[in-house]
């Protein structure tokens, strides 16, 4: 099975820092890209920030010259360093995986985690 396992988060100050953390398990032959939105309730699912396997990044605009992306290949693993906090950066964190292929061949067009909450408060 095919999933993406996240870890981090919980609350932080204003100016601080927290660390998203996020696997991609099962039996991975390939993937495209891994990436993290965000959500607050009332309001659509946001892009924050992604990144290829070849290491390519995109940011959403709010969150540029603040978070940081980066991916471990070998681990299928994607990790976000979310840096100078706001509060407006409060919201449940989702990782997404997007065409991944398993060894047997099955491809998976675009997969979410359960998401994590990422609050921040003084």
């Known amino acids: 099975q095919v999933k993406l396992v996240e870890s981090g988060g919980g609350l932080a100050r204003p100016g601080g820092s927290l660390r998203l953390s996020c696997v991609l398990s099962?039996?991975?032959?390939?993937?495209?890209?891994l990436g993290w939105y965000r959500q607050v309730p009332g309001k659509s699912r946001e892009m924050v920030a992604g990144?290829?396997?070849?290491?390519?990044?995109v940011y959403g605009d709010s969150v540029k010259g603040r978070f940081i992306i980066s991916i471990d290949n070998d681990k299928n693993a994607v990790t976000l360093q979310l840096n100078t906090l706001k509060p407006e950066d409060t919201a449940v964190y989702y990782c997404?995986?997007?065409?991944?292929?398993?060894?047997?061949?099955?491809?998976?067009?675009?997969?979410w985690g359960q998401g994590t909450p990422v609050t921040v408060s003084s």
């Open positions: 997404n995986g997007v065409r991944i292929v398993t060894k047997d061949g099955t491809e998976y067009p675009q997969i």
């Open positions: 099962g039996d991975i032959s390939f993937f495209s890209g």
């Open positions: 990144i290829t396997s070849g290491g390519s990044t």
